[in-house]
Each structure stands twice: as structure tokens, then as C-alpha cells.
């Protein structure tokens, strides 16, 4: 399984970028997909998560009302728009895949580290 992900790059606060993440190596159409990120000093946290049809998302709360996250079956991409970014948006962003077909996304969510598959990172930088 190989997740790979790019748009990760500079930006002035309030502008907006769109990451992508492409999965292979199977099908991922049953599988929950979704983003985290990690700060320097800081714990990697959820930004959204998307289930398998697209029906439920769940956002971290300090980006809810800015970012979008959305799913293409049809070639196993996720995608996160970022909108109105801010200095504190600044991580490193990790595509992330479940790794058991068919699970809720809140159980994937509470499953753990191990539970997903991890892309490589995209570095976001947000300057003032």
C-alpha cells in the first residue's frame, strides 16, 4: 500500500491551498480516508476524516468552517481543501487510510496510530 501525497508549500495567512493524496496498491472504496497533521513540539492531531461513500466527516475542531475534505472512489484520492489559512495551520500534513474495510470512521478515529495507513507528509507553511 503506498499513499502518496503533494500540494504542501508556502502561503500567506488567509490564502488557501489544496492538498491531494492518492492510495494504492488495492481498492480503497470500503475504507475511511482522512488527514492529520503534527506540528513541530506538537502531537499529530485529526484535521477530517471522510468515510467510505463520503456520507460522514468529522473535522478537528480548529479547522472546521475553512477546510473541506472530499473522496474520489473512482481512483482512491482524498483531497483537503484549506481555506483561510492561518500561522498556526503551519504542519506537516499526513494522508491517512484505514486499514480495515468497513469500519465506521468514529471507530477507525478511536482505533489508534496503527489502524491506518500513513502517507509520507506534506509540509504546510503559513506565514504572516
Known amino acids: 500500500v503506498q499513499l502518496q501525497a503533494s500540494g504542501g508549500g508556502l502561503v500567506q495567512a488567509g490564502g488557501s491551498l489544496r492538498l491531494s493524496c492518492a492510495a494504492s496498491g488495492r481498492t480503497f472504496s470500503d475504507h475511511g480516508m482522512g488527514w492529520y497533521r503534527q506540528a513541530p513540539g506538537k502531537e499529530r492531531e485529526l484535521v477530517a476524516v471522510?468515510?467510505?461513500?463520503?456520507?460522514?466527516?468529522h473535522y478537528g475542531e480548529s479547522v472546521k468552517g475553512r477546510f473541506i475534505i472530499s473522496r474520489d472512489n473512482t481512483d482512491y484520492t482524498v483531497a483537503l481543501q484549506m481555506n483561510s489559512l492561518k500561522v498556526e495551520d503551519t504542519a506537516v500534513y499526513y494522508c491517512?487510510?484505514?486499514?480495515?474495510?468497513?469500519?465506521?470512521?468514529?471507530?477507525?478515529?478511536?482505533?489508534?496510530?496503527?489502524?491506518?495507513?500513513w502517507g509520507q507528509g506534506t509540509l504546510v507553511t503559513v506565514s504572516s
Open positions: 471522510i468515510s467510505r461513500k463520503g456520507g460522514v466527516i
Open positions: 491517512a487510510v484505514d486499514r480495515q474495510r468497513g469500519r465506521t470512521v468514529s471507530n477507525w478515529m478511536a482505533a489508534g496510530h496503527n489502524a491506518a495507513y
